[in-house]
Structures are given as structure tokens and as C-alpha cells.
């Protein structure tokens, strides 16, 4: 494209913007949209409250292992070309989601679907960018935001009401019309531009170690709950082959001329200490929409849809305070300030979550959410900032790679671990309590008294019954406490950041 057609931007402007918001909210969806719906794909899909959270990991682990490949296919086959084949794969591995029928399948499709659809996002940026004239890209990145942000809001309420009324099967289904229409305009309106007549080569085997070593450390994060950990001689070799992968993909990240991922980046400080500070967002992003449905439909008794729009203020919280945090930063408030409030107030809202029970009302809910969302859409803007305030402008498109692709690590192994925590601790406080339920116990016939049993079969159910909910949360609060303190590390990650 010519500099003059650059300055003015594209004459379809608006049909791009529309295609492109398409498929990043599509992307963006599947995320969130899945969440509402675990506990009920656990019993059609013959899954736990662990298993099933294989859905949400191993999509985001593929986004992970695909995203640094975006910019070497591009400069190959041009960005025209590339989004319309990741749409075209994207519908396929939703309507494949859909028809799964056991948990191997939905974790394969939606491996699948993570990987053919990591380039959405990036892609559609870049599309984003060159179709608007250089004086208004500042609401082209804006919209973009915007779009990113409407999957933690609608994404809930949405899964939340498909549920409900149809199936689980139809938050995969829902992609098809968004699917289509952002492809017919994708290949109406959108120019092929990107393409390399000299593209970089694509470093292969350091793709391949990262895969071995990103996959072996999150197959050991799912199975180690189920497989008591190290007692586990399984559990004991995916150990080693994460740790020898990812040793070897540094390795050949350090080695190489044209690495995957450029490592030798992360000497700059401010880069590395952001990027793992965006890697505990993520953490505490993700962790939280794992929590939430399944304390809310499995021991609150809600409806998938009464759970999603109680989850959804948390999106609204986070989209205000981004929108927020951008004009501060445009006056040229201290990126660092934002941070700190952001913490504050993410940390203040996951507190107020340690006092849930089992008999709270909604607005126990909604509020403590709202507020965590205000703090986490505080952070991730200015942590950005942050993080690039010593990078040059040429280094920038690959430490961005870092960033995001540690975002998205932070999300799938916190997702990981945050389940791991509730089963644990769950199991734990279930022996615990469960061992004062014995005919010895005096305390015993006073309780069956008061609820009007008596010792037999019935009484034992319930005691049963009873005993589960208090233990799981037990198990729910464990893990609120994990990103209470995940929110506190950031802080230590951000005074240890340059000042200037």
C-alpha cells in the first residue's frame, strides 16, 4: 500500500471495522462464553469439576504455542489470507466443539480451535491499522480495546441464557453467523497486503520445544490433582520433558539468529518484570471466571443464566476503568499510581470474596465483582505502559510478542493451578470435617435432633450432602485466597520496576 492510500486509510473502512470486531469478539467470546457452561458439559461429557476445565486450558495453551507464529505466516501468505483461513478453521473446530460427546474430543477440538484461531486477534489489529488514516488510529485501537473487553461482559450473560434455554452445545454454535459474516466481509472489503517476497524462516524446532515444554508443564498442572502428583510416574515425566523443553527452547531462543520468541529481550528489565506482572493478571483474570460458575451453579443453586449476568458487572468494572485508565494516561498521569490502584482495588474485591458462604444474595456477588473489575481494568493498560518505556521502537512488535504470549500463559497455567487448588483443598476440609461425623461424637445427635433426623440411611445422605458443600467451599474460598495474593505480587513486580 502506498503512503498516500496509508495517510487517507481505506474507502471500506467501517465493513473492515465491523469484520474485524467480528472476529476478535468471536475469539475473544470463546473464552468467557464456555465458563457459564462447565458444570453442565461436566455430566454430558462424563467429566469432574478438574477435568472439565481442560476445555478453557488447553484453548488457551494453544493460543499460546500459535501466537509468536503470526507475524512469519503473515510476511508467507499475506493477512488477507491468513484471517480468512483461521475464520474458515475457527467455525470448523466450533461446530466440532459442539458435537462432542467425551471430554477427549472437546479437549482436542478446542485445542484445535485455540490454535487455528490464535491469529485473530493480532492479525485483525494489523488490518485495523493500515485501513484507517494515520490521525484516527488512535479510535481504531480504541475499538479494538472495546472489543476485547465485551467477552468477560457478554460472554457470561450470553453462555449463561444458551445454556439455559437451548444447550451448552450452543455457545460452539453460536460462532457460525458471527463466523460468516465476518468472512464474506473479510473477503469483500479486506485488500491482501503483508505478504513477504523474502519472508524470515520459521525456527521449527524451537516451535517444537516450546510445544513439548509448554504442553508436558500443562498436562502436569491438569493431571496432578488426579494423579497424586509425584507418587505418579507419569506426572514425574511430564516434569521432565517441561523442564527440558522449555530449557531447550530458551537454549535455541538465545542461540538462534531468527528465534521464535526473541528471549534476548527480557534483558531489559522493565520488559521482563511486565511481562510477569501481566502473566499474574492473567492469573487472576482467568482464575476468577473458573471459580465463580462453578461455586454459583454447583452449591448456589443459580441458573446458568442468573449466574452470567451476575458475573457480567465484572466485565462492565473492568471496561469503565480501561476506558478510564487510557484518558489518564493520555494526560500523562503516573502509569505507575494506576497500577497501584488498580491493585488495590482488584485486591479489596477479592478480600470481600473471602467472606462468601453458601447462603449469600446476589449482590454479594456482584459487587465484590465490580470492584475487582475496576482494578483489573486499571492495571493492564498502564502495565503496558510500563513495559515498554525502555524498548525502541523497532524492538517494540517483538517484545509485544512476549507480552501477550505471557498473558496468555499466566491465564492457562492459573486456570490450571486455581482448579488443582479448589480440588485439593476441597478434598482436604472433606477428610477434615468428615472425621468428626462418628457415633462418638456428642455433638453428633444434638445436630440430627435439631434438623429432625435420626441416625439411619436418610440422615446419613444428608450429612453427606452437607458435608460436600461445606468442603468445596472450602476449597472456593482457598482459592480466592491464591489470587488475594497473586494481586499483592504484582504490587512487588511494579516497584521493582524503573522508575524513569
Known sequence: MSTDSASSGNPHVLAITIAVMACIVMNV??????????????????????????????????????????GL?????????????????????????????????????RFMQGALGASLVPVGQAILVEAYPRERRGIAMATLGMGTMLGPIVGPVLGGYLTEQLSWRWCFYVNIPIGIIAFSMLLIYVPA???????????????LWMTIGLGALQMMLSLGDQDDWFSSDFIIILLLFAGVGIFLF???????????????????????????????????LYGTMVILPIYLQDYMGYEPQTAGLVMAPQGIGSWISMWV??????????????????????????????????????????????????????????????????????????????????????GSVGIAIISTIMTEEAQEAWNQMGGHINPFNR??????????????????????????????????????????????????????MKKK
Not at 32 to 61: D, F, K, R
Not at 251 to 265: D, E
Open 193 to 207: 497486503f503483508g505478504k513477504s517476497d523474502s519472508p524470515r524462516p520459521i525456527d521449527w524446532l524451537g516451535f
Open 443 to 496: 455433638a453428633l445427635p444434638q445436630y440430627l435432633d435439631a434438623a429432625g433426623l435420626t441416625q439411619g440411611k436418610l440422615a446419613w445422605q444428608v450429612l453427606g450432602k452437607v458435608l460436600v458443600q461445606h468442603a468445596a467451599m472450602r476449597g472456593i474460598l482457598d482459592a480466592f485466597t491464591f489470587l488475594f495474593w497473586s494481586f499483592l505480587a504484582v504490587m512487588i513486580i511494579v516497584l521493582l
Open 250 to 284: 530458551v537454549i535455541r531462543s538465545l542461540s538462534t539468529p531468527h528465534p521464535l520468541v526473541n528471549l534476548r529481550l527480557l534483558k531489559d528489565r522493565s520488559l521482563t518484570l511486565g511481562s510477569a506482572g501481566i502473566g499474574l493478571f492473567g492469573l487472576a
Open 73 to 109: 505466516l503473515v510476511e508467507r501468505f499475506g493477512q488477507r489470507q491468513l484471517i480468512l483461513w483461521s475464520v474458515a478453521g475457527f467455525l470448523l473446530c466450533s461446530i466440532m466443539s459442539g458435537q462432542s460427546h467425551s471430554l477427549t474430543e472437546i479437549v482436542f477440538w
Open 29 to 70: 467470546l470463546d473464552i468467557t462464553i464456555v465458563n457459564v457452561a462447565l458444570p453442565h458439559m461436566e455430566g454430558s461429557l462424563h467429566a469432574n469439576a478438574n477435568q472439565i476445565t481442560w476445555a478453557l486450558t488447553t484453548y488457551m495453551l494453544a493460543m499460546v504455542i500459535v501466537t509468536p507464529l503470526t
Open 325 to 410: 485508565a487510557g484518558h489518564l494516561l493520555n494526560r500523562g498521569f503516573n502509569p505507575r499510581l494506576m497500577i497501584m490502584s488498580g491493585i488495590f482495588l482488584g485486591a479489596t474485591g477479592t478480600w470481600l470474596s473471602l467472606l462468601y458462604n453458601l447462603q449469600i444474595s446476589p449482590a454479594w456477588v456482584i459487587w465484590p465483582g465490580v470492584i475487582r473489575g475496576l482494578g483489573l481494568g486499571m492495571i493492564s493498560i498502564p502495565l503496558f505502559t510500563l513495559a515498554f518505556t525502555t524498548l525502541s521502537k523497532a524492538e517494540t512488535p517483538e517484545g509485544s510478542g512476549i507480552f501477550n504470549l505471557m498473558r496468555n500463559l499466566g
